[in-house]
């Protein structure tokens, strides 16, 4: 029986820590897939009240800070409720990622409440409970998203393009969108289509 065509829609991070028997092309490109990963830290504080909303007059949308927590969202859902949440940072740019990953949770939050009391004061007795993800930290996940650059995207992504036997690599990794969901989504259909087209020239080749 032939090796059925398999979608591997996995990160490049775990799908190399993985002992599998790709072709050695393939193996000795997944690090380097692996390393382009970017690193991103978001922190929420859940609100008593919507004071974005009756103090300053702000409905939905982000503010762009040039602090460490670079922005701030607002609820664009819920809007005149009772409480809310607010997203009090999303550390990325500038090389914050990998040094906001290594922090604690409590130090995560402490950034995040001293970079928003500049935005508005007295944030320290506005929000409480913070919650905070590191996607670097995240099993099966171990990144945000990938980064090919112009070297890593012509000797390792192009590698990873055709099928490695009965293998086929798709998501956000296998885009020219990277760190987007349309990304995800259309490398997932130009595999799914690829793999539609192979079986359906085997099933003629049988009749
Ligand atoms: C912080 C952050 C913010 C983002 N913001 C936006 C945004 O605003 N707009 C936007 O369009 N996109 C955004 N993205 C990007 C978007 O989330 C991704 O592009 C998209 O989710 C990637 O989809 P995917 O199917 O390729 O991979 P994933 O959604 O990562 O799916 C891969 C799946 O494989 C699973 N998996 C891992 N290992 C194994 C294993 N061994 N066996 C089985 N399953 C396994 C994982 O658990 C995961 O569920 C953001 C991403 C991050 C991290």
Redesign the pocket.
Known sequence: MGRRPRDR???LT?VGA?DTDFSPQVKAVLDVGARSYQH?V?VAFEAKRRWWEQDYGIYGGISWTTRDITQMWYPSAGIHGRKGILLGA?F?LGGRGPIFSAMTPEQRAAVALADGEALFPGYRDLVHRPVSVA?KNVP??SG??SAWDEDTRRDAYSVLLPPDGPYWF????MSHL???????IR??HHVLERIQERVSAQRTGRD
């Not at 798709?170 to 990794?173: L, M, Q, S, Y």
């Not at 760190?179 to 995800?184: D, L, N, P, T, V």
């Open positions: 829609d996995r990160p775990v993985i991103a978001k999303y990325w996607w099966f996940q945000a998203w798709a998501g956000e990794h990277n760190s987007w969901q349309e990304g995800a490398a997932t």
